[in-house]
């Protein structure tokens, strides 16, 4: 079996979280607790032995740089003995929405949405918002606003749809049957930013919710899109006050999955497992 087809493409824009989720699955790899453990030497695993050390300080780890791309390869087992060899990558997140916003895919990311079994689409409720229209804002209110020099932006959810749309062009899918191949997950990340009384509630609800028009997207093109909510952190931490609990813990101790019935688990892994798994790659001895 190729590496690449064991490769998750980790698509996520600038600030949602993608590099401390690398950290701290790798940290959970690392400890064995999880549906999936490391199993042998991972290489490359500088962007995430930094952000894992600030982690240890109780502290939030750096920006990527915006033209860094790093894969980096970690033999995995899962609890049943098999083996596979996970692509895992860390990138500046910029590389993203310029993909959408200039309708461009360089070279380098066509070559891996293409290969790729299974897409894993991180968003950060937090960082994206739904624009006004007549069922949030008076219609008077948004007809009496000048249109003169007004800079037109598609909203956040338009955005997400749109490279959804590309990458799927890109490999040539049909989408007049639900779409299997590739599997796609979507994380709703920093999960500990809502409100307490979503906390609970089943990611795919919250979607529903925040993201209308995205969650009908995903739900007409995919069979069937894994909806995850993800803290990696568990809670905010800060560039320069370390959080105590995290340096007398662990950050080991600290995150969680939201499972598509609204229970947490702390298996940082599980959804590269379900991928995995839905994905049939089998794992090769
Ligand atoms: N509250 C909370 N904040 C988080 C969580 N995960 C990440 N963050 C914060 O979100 C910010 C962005 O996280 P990163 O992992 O750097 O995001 P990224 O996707 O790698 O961003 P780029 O490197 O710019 O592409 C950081 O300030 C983190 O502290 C979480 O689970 N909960
Ligand atoms: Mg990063």
């Not at 290489?43 to 894969?71: I, K």
């Not at 692509?87 to 500046?92: A, I």
Request: a negative charge; aromatic letters at 6%.
């Amino acid at each position: 079996m190729s590496v690449s087809d064991n490769s998750i493409l980790l698509i996520g824009e600038s600030g949602v979280g993608k590099t401390h989720y690398g950290a701290q699955l790798l940290n959970r790899l690392m400890n064995g607790a999880g549906k999936l453990r490391m199993d042998g030497a991972a290489t490359n695993l500088q962007p995430f032995e930094s952000a894992m050390g600030r982690l240890n300080e109780g502290l939030t780890a750096d920006h990527t740089p915006t033209t860094t791309y790093v894969d980096s390869l970690w033999p995995i087992t899962d609890e049943s003995g098999l083996k596979a060899e996970l692509v895992w990558p860390d990138y500046g997140g910029e590389q993203i929405k310029t993909m959408s916003t200039t309708r461009q895919i360089p070279a380098v990311w066509r070559d891996r949405v293409v290969v790729s079994p299974a897409w894993l689409l991180l968003v950060r409720l937090q960082q994206t918002r739904v624009s006004d229209d007549i069922f949030s804002r008076p219609l008077i209110d948004i007809t009496g606003a000048s249109v003169d020099n007004r800079e037109v932006q598609i909203s956040d959810q338009a955005r997400l749809i749109e490279l959804l749309q590309m990458l799927i062009f890109m490999r040539n899918e049909s989408t007049t049957k639900p779409l299997v191949n590739p599997r796609l997950g979507v994380l709703l990340s920093c999960w500990d930013e809502l409100g307490s009384d979503e906390l609970n509630q089943p990611p795919a609800q919250v979607l529903e919710r925040r993201l209308p028009m995205f969650s009908s997207f995903i739900h007409s093109l995919w069979a069937e899109p894994l909806l995850l909510g993800l803290s990696a952190l568990g809670r905010a931490l800060e560039p320069n006050n370390g959080d105590m609990d995290y340096i007398a813990k662990g950050p080991e101790h600290f995150g969680y999955v939201v499972l598509p019935n609204g229970q947490h688990t702390p298996d940082l892994t599980q959804p590269i497992q379900s991928l995995l798994a839905a994905s049939a790659l089998k794992l090769a001895e």
